[in-house]
């Protein structure tokens, strides 16, 4: 007693001082290398921004992050989960950028009953693989299935569905389907395409000796979705009217690069950088201020941030000593308003609710293009589970 009196009085004396138990740690495992290091920077730059804003602390106890690198696979990071959990003794863990890496690290968490809140990772089963794991980012169909359902209100009665070819891929490509084809949609051929394809020639001239109106196009965010865009144009596809619908292929994290070619695409998507509401201009305005060097905020940084958000929320609630049915059930119906509008986490399935809109890129009065908001579907839960109940 005469101890912990001592370190209280000294603590007292000390501006600022955080006793080492008032240290919560969270284990944040992204790709900081490999193809996927411009995901890690962007989610890096989210957590950091809040808690910058807050001052490092959540109530009365101090955030320590501890970074792990996603980029060795699976079975890497399954390694490296066990040594947060057991050697660096986490309270949360956060991120995962890919979908098998969440898999594989289910197992771990739910023995250690280790609270994990997913920034990235999209196949809708994921929050079903353990019970201590909540999602603050996206799934897949969240987008597929109200894009799907815009485009056959809209005109496009008839399409190809082209997609590259890995689980997200084909994850995407079964929730559009579906959708389309209840809303009235004919689908008049799916195209798988390797995910590391360099020439998407041949598959456009394909599309175009379908005579095809419209096409789905799906790839994860990069180099591979502008390469399809670009050949798309330079084919001469949006001349010969045929339309190009997608998800985030056309995110500003990629745009710069698409240039003019990308003009028109209409995608949906849960963020724009130019969504016009007092919360968005506020949480760019900031991001600008603190990163001057990069040009606008992706719904990558705004996951990361309203995660960061989330997790501090539960230690401001549950203090600096807490355990995994805790954490997660103070996570349970966690709502904010986030820069991408209202959100919430499902306290029935643990999984993120929020805003669709859907944007058409152009160009914007200042130079350069944006995604730009014209419709919004609210409070969108993952139509993955409501199309596969729990048995």
Known sequence: MKTKAWLLFAAALIPGAVLAQDVVKVG?????????ALFGEQTKRGMEMYLDEVGGKCGNSRIELIYRDEAGGPDKAKVLTQELI?????????????????FAIAPLVTEAKMPTLITVAGAGVITRRSPYIARISFTLWQHAVPLAQWAAKNGIKELVIAYSDYAAGT???????????KAGGRVIAEMAMPL??????????????MKAGAVFFFAPTGPSGTAFIKTFHAMGMPAAGVKLITTAVVDEMELGNMGEQALGTVSVWHYSPYLDTPENRKFVAQWKKRYPQALVPTFMDVAAYDGMHAICDVVRKLGPKFDGDQA?????????????????????????????????????????????????????????KAANPPQ
């Open 328 to 384: 997660i059930a103070a996570l349970k119906g966690w709502r904010k308003t986030s820069a991408r509008g209202p959100i919430e986490i499902d306290a029935a399935e643990r999984d993120i609710v929020q805003n669709m809109y859907v944007r058409r890129v152009e160009k914007l009065p200042g130079g350069g293009y944006g995604n730009i908001a014209f419709e919004t579907m609210p409070a969108v839960k993952d139509p993955w």
């Open 28 to 36: 944040v495992m992204m790709g900081f290398t490999g193809p996927f």
């Open 86 to 102: 057991v050697r660096d003794k986490v309270q949360f863990l956060t991120c995962f950028n890919l979908t098998p890496t969440a």
């Open 196 to 209: 590391q394809t360099a020439d998407y020639s041949v598959y456009i001239q394909k599309i175009r000796d």
């Open 171 to 181: 994850d995407t490509r079964d929730g559009f389907k579906q959708a389309y084809e």
